[in-house]
């Protein structure tokens, strides 16, 4: 099956640092992923979709300077969360779907464990 | 407005029972419907999927699922759970013609001896 793989799947950082996050779909090609964080509780909430060699789109109430998301190929996308503070401490997982298949179905990464001293 | 609802956060089941975990949506027309399972420290999985035709779905592990268009449901179902069931449920919805997949906000399956 589809593989994505997230990298670094565990980060601490101090507070007002920018911490980047990679979104890799390791054997299919993906012109959109999906960007997700996850409270713990709580279900998945999308932050942003991620559009290969365009600006992403963001959900409402996500500070699109805050996070900022960058998809150079149809691989690999990033998420980089800047000037992190300890209310950014989450789970952030993509997803991504093949283009190949027109199937609907999300292939996801293991997730990103931020956490911001 | 557009939702995934399940109204169960938390469930548990004696190993061996039968299981059936509820989802609702709510769109105006019959959506993609999937069932995700999260296993402690790993990512989400596909369990199954329903696009159209026959309502009721077979997935991996012996899970099933039954579209309910009068009912705007998409129940999970299994005749014996076992031990390694232990996880979060999401289900989710698709629209068609759109890109993003919403969830529900996930049952938690706990599996007693």
């Known amino acids: 099956g589809a593989v994505v793989s997230q990298h670094p799947s565990w980060v601490i950082c101090k507070s007002g640092t920018s911490v980047k996050i990679e979104c890799r779909s390791l054997?299919?090609?993906?012109?959109?992923m999906f960007w997700y964080r996850q409270f713990p509780k709580q279900s998945l909430m999308l932050m942003a979709t991620?559009?290969?060699?365009?600006?992403?789109?963001?959900e409402q109430g996500v500070e699109k300077d805050k996070f900022l998301i960058n998809h150079a190929s149809l691989t690999l996308s990033t998420l980089t969360v800047t000037s992190a503070h300890p209310e950014d401490s989450s789970f952030y997982i993509c997803?991504?779907?093949?283009?190949?298949?027109?199937?609907?179905?999300?292939?996801f990464g293991e997730g990103s464990r931020l956490t911001v001293l | 407005a557009q939702s995934v609802t399940q109204p169960d956060i938390h469930i548990t089941v004696s190993e061996g029972a039968s299981l059936e975990l509820r989802c609702n949506y709510s769109y105006g027309a019959t959506p993609y419907l999937f069932w995700y399972v999260q296993y402690p420290g790993q990512h989400l999985q596909l369990l199954l999927k329903?696009?159209?035709?026959?309502?009721l779905v077979k997935g991996i592990k012996g899970f099933e699922a039954e579209f309910i268009k009068s009912k705007f449901s998409f129940n999970l179902r299994k005749p014996s759970v076992h031990w390694s069931d232990a996880a979060e449920y999401f289900c989710a919805a698709l629209p068609g013609g759109y890109q993003k997949v919403t969830f529900g906000t996930g049952t938690k399956l706990q599996v007693i001896p």
């Open positions: 997803s991504a779907r093949e283009i190949a298949r027109n199937t609907g179905e999300l292939f």
């Open positions: 329903y696009f159209s035709g026959d309502p």
């Open positions: 991620s559009n290969e060699g365009s600006k992403a789109t963001y």
């Open positions: 054997d299919f090609q993906a012109t959109t």
